[in-house]
């Protein structure tokens, strides 16, 4: 039973496309997070959704589209893809906790290549 | 605002040897800190998790961590470790952006250790 999963796995696309990720948690929890991991592996936060509202935004280009069709989903959107994009894009879940704080579960990453 | 340094980008221990990965935050609450590795091709797994009381705080894989508030710092240890410890490790900062406790996860830049048979 994997906890947080994400397709595709793999993606390869040429500059100017669309694409989107889709991201699925089966722990029940509340809140969904999209992070971005680049070629020298550091990692940075790009959105968070609770209970399907948006709570985060980093300085993400606005070609980055997240949707939460419920709790258990969180897709990301990418249009007119660039050569920057390719990157490896983590999924993630936690349960919030008011006043304290909660375990982040990461999904497996999706690889995503612009050429 | 907040940050995390891992000094070191790359370390080579031997297998059997003992084994520090430096972690240094910036932040000015009481922090949650927390350390994650990633092996090759793999998402991210916690290791293990600072949020108050004890300041040494046990892990899985025989992995240890602990909180020094004077010098701002989470190192994590292991007294002997294995060839599958190879992989990259991840210093983070829970960063609290409402009173209700939403947060984000800071990252440092990673550790990358690789460990000689």
């Known amino acids: 039973d994997t906890a947080v999963s994400q397709t595709p796995k793999y993606l390869v696309t040429q500059m100017g496309n669309d694409k989107s990720i889709k991201c699925e948690q089966n722990?029940?929890?509340?809140?969904m997070y999209w992070y971005k991991q680049d070629s020298k592996k550091f990692l940075k936060i790009m959105f968070s959704?609770?209970?399907?509202?948006?709570?985060i935004n980093e300085t993400v280009p606005n070609r980055f589209s997240p949707k939460s069709p419920d709790k258990a989903h969180l897709n990301l959107h990418i249009n007119s893809l660039e050569l920057g994009d390719s990157a490896v894009y983590f999924c993630?879940?936690?349960?919030?906790?008011?006043?304290?704080?909660?375990?982040?579960?990461f999904g497996p990453g999706t690889r995503l290549t612009v050429l | 605002a907040q940050s995390v340094t891992q000094p070191d980008i790359h370390i080579t221990v031997s297998e059997g040897a003992s084994l520090e990965l430096r972690c240094n935050y910036s932040?000015?609450?009481?922090?949650?800190l927390f350390w994650y590795v990633q092996s090759p091709g793999q998402g991210l797994q916690l290791l293990l998790k600072?949020?108050?009381?004890?300041?040494l705080v046990q892990g899985i894989k025989g992995f240890e961590a602990e909180f020094k508030r004077s010098q701002s710092s989470f190192n994590l240890r292991k007294p002997s470790v294995h060839w599958s410890d190879a992989a990259e490790y991840f210093c983070?900062?829970?960063?609290?952006?409402?009173?209700?406790?939403?947060?984000?996860?800071?990252f440092g830049a990673g550790t990358r250790l690789a460990v000689h048979p």
């Open positions: 932040y000015g609450a009481t922090p949650y």
């Open positions: 983070a900062v829970g960063a609290p952006m409402f009173s209700g406790g939403y947060n984000k996860l800071i």
């Open positions: 722990l029940g929890h509340d809140t």
């Open positions: 600072y949020f108050s009381g004890d300041t």
């Open positions: 993630a879940s936690s349960q919030e906790v008011a006043g304290g704080t909660w375990e982040q579960f």
């Open positions: 959704y609770n209970n399907k509202e948006l709570i």
